[in-house]
């Protein structure tokens, strides 16, 4: 049989519309299922929530997660203004800052962890600070690497006639409210002129500032006799030395996973998920936790791949915790948590 081509041109067209007809409702109906997620805050837990992101696209095809590490304080900001799906933050947002959520608010602890107090001084790789000793410093009553107190603490180290140069956080940071809260706690001194803040107002006349983790990260290793706090896998990562600090019980502990889990280990969650470590009683004393900030109504299309989202990072997201040093959420707190983020609107 014989086809003139005007009837081939017919048939191919005739064709071409049936399959575009049926490709459609399956394309849009893909389309439909591409959901974006945005969240921003804290640089503390960059590392572990980018890492989250990246699996749950493979465990939830269509779902995506985009995070900006802005600091704890931009990221309570922008999710009090709804301009993001989510916030993070080191520091429990305050009664007076959930107030203005109408929203609701959820408060999803994801991670603990330890800051380390990282230093750069010459021909010393091994730094140890007492209780009275690491508070004076960041109150600017000990100014030199030389000082009789730091001494006392390191007999037989070689520590250099060098100015301290301090390194703090440029920007409002849940890093530094973790680090002054443990401050605070030691030091009457030190909570009475500075205090536990995520922006405090330091008084250190010659404090250089960097942006999140990463800027003090940088400062340090590039600024002889300084001495800054970062999330403990930001000093890992940069291959920074990490000060061995005094804690409760006297003993001079260097931060790592197993001295942050045992220092989390007496945390009490109350209901709203809130809590404030500033003293634990064992373990390497500088810990916190950090939180997902999320709303409990109006996501509308995006409520199910919000639960989606943060049932992920509640069950098999902590699996991830371990490889990137942050301490797992314990598995009791879990469920509570689960229970009101599944109920979601």
Do not use: C
């Not at 107090?117 to 730094?127: H, I, K, Q, R, T």
């Amino acid at each position: 049989m014989k086809f003139s081509s005007t009837v081939f041109n017919r048939v191919v067209t005739t064709s071409a519309l049936a399959a575009a007809v049926a490709v459609a409702p399956l394309m849009s109906a893909m389309a439909q299922q591409q959901v974006t997620l945005n969240g921003a805050g804290a640089t503390f837990p960059q590392p572990l929530y980018e890492r989250y992101a990246r699996e749950v696209g493979k465990k939830v095809p269509g779902l995506r997660v985009n995070y900006q590490g802005i600091g704890s304080g931009g990221g309570v900001r922008q999710f009090i203004a709804g301009t993001v799906d989510f916030g993070a933050s080191d520091a429990a947002m305050k009664d007076s800052e959930i107030a203005q959520v109408k929203r609701g608010v959820i408060m999803v602890p994801t991670a603990g962890g330890a800051v380390s107090v990282v230093f750069n001084v010459p021909g010393v790789s091994n730094l140890r600070l007492s209780r009275k000793t690491l508070p004076a410093i960041f109150a600017g009553q000990i100014t030199n690497w030389s000082d009789a107190q730091i001494k006392a603490d390191n007999p037989g180290v070689n520590l250099p006639n060098l100015p301290i140069r301090p390194v703090v956080r440029a920007d409002g940071s849940g890093t530094t409210f973790i680090f002054t809260n443990h401050l605070s706690a030691i030091s009457a001194y030190f909570k009475g002129r500075i205090g536990a803040n995520t922006a405090p107002k330091w008084t250190l006349s010659n404090a250089l500032r960097g942006k999140g983790n990463p800027g003090v990260a940088g400062l340090v290793r590039s600024t002889q006799g300084s001495i800054g706090y970062v999330e403990y896998s930001y000093a890992v990562s940069n291959r920074i030395a990490s000060a061995q600090v005094q804690n409760k019980q006297g003993r001079y502990i260097a931060p790592n996973l197993q001295t942050a889990n045992q220092a989390l280990d007496d945390a009490k969650f109350p209901d709203n998920f809130r809590v404030f470590i500033g003293d634990p009683g064992d373990g390497y004393p500088i810990v916190g936790m950090t939180w997902m900030l999320v709303y409990r109504t109006g996501y509308g299309a995006k409520a199910e791949p919000m639960k989606k989202w943060l049932n992920f990072v509640l069950r098999e997201g902590q699996g991830f915790n371990d490889d990137l040093n942050y301490v797992k959420v314990p598995g009791s707190v879990v469920n509570r948590v689960l229970q009101q983020v599944n109920t979601i609107k």
